[in-house]
């Protein structure tokens, strides 16, 4: 059933056509390509402290870009699927389960052949310096977007406006999640609350994980990420097994 879903669904994401694999790709090399010129001119140089800032911004840029997609991905699949739940042999749960790993191989797929254009273009650094501890991270960074998806998904039928608020949400998680540049050291008061974004501190893990000599800030730890992506998976499905019945009427 899941296959039969994935295949759906990746007719209904690229059309049948080649173009879906170029938009695909394009967009998270057109982001890091523009970003790159923009540091470049408002700083002067293409690095990012001892890194080559295109390498440091993709290690971030699409593990995060996975992760929120995740939220809105799951939190619309029950309404996008609703004509198949009439078959009892289909749950909001396949579909659900089919949007997260249908996320997860796309954008897999997608950061191993940027990194193989960006090592074509002349980039070094393409390889990570502890390839399962990266692989570890970017797993934390699946489990968090899917467990906030399945939270969003039960809670968007009795409150509309959820979807609202996260897409208002995305663009300052960029910013205060140092994805677009490592975050100075803020006085204790700041740092002590910037360090409750599990996704600041899952953009560190991710990139000394990957760039050799990348030393994390003190009381950085994939620890706390890990722990919300636990929780956030236990609080979505219990509410989606919850709310079962009204997910599959799209309520």
């Not at 296959?3 to 173009?19: D, N, Q, S």
């Not at 967009?27 to 970003?35: G, S, Y």
């Amino acid at each position: 059933m899941i296959f039969a879903l994935l295949m759906r669904e990746l007719k209904t994401r690229f059309g049948g056509h080649w173009t879906g694999v170029v938009w695909l790709l394009g967009t998270p090399l057109a982001q890091v390509f523009m970003l790159v010129a923009i540091n470049t001119y408002l700083r002067g140089r293409l690095h990012a402290g001892l890194y080559e800032y295109a390498i440091f911004l993709l290690v971030a840029l699409i593990p995060f870009r996975m992760s929120i997609g995740l939220w809105t991905q799951l939190m619309n699949a029950p309404k996008a699927n609703q004509g198949l739940f009439n078959y009892r042999q289909v749950t909001p749960m396949d579909a659900l389960a089919t949007r997260a790993l249908l996320e997860l191989v796309l954008e897999s797929s997608t950061f191993v052949l940027v990194m193989l254009i960006m090592a074509r273009l002349g980039y070094t650094e393409v390889l990570p310096q502890h390839l399962l501890g990266f692989m570890v991270v970017w797993m934390v960074y699946f489990f968090l977007g899917t467990g906030m998806g399945l939270v969003l998904a039960g809670l968007i039928g009795p409150l509309p406006r959820v979807g609202t608020f996260v897409q208002l949400l995305a663009t300052p998680l960029y910013l205060f999640s140092g994805v677009l540049f490592s975050l100075p050291k803020p006085p204790p008061p700041m740092g002590d609350w910037l360090q409750l974004n599990p996704m600041m501190q899952l953009v560190e893990c991710g990139r000394a994980a990957y760039l050799p000599g990348y030393i994390l800030p003190q009381g950085i730890s994939l620890n706390y990420p890990a722990m919300w992506a636990l929780t956030l998976c236990f609080l979505g499905m219990s509410l989606c097994r919850l709310r079962r019945g009204a997910l599959a009427a799209g309520e």
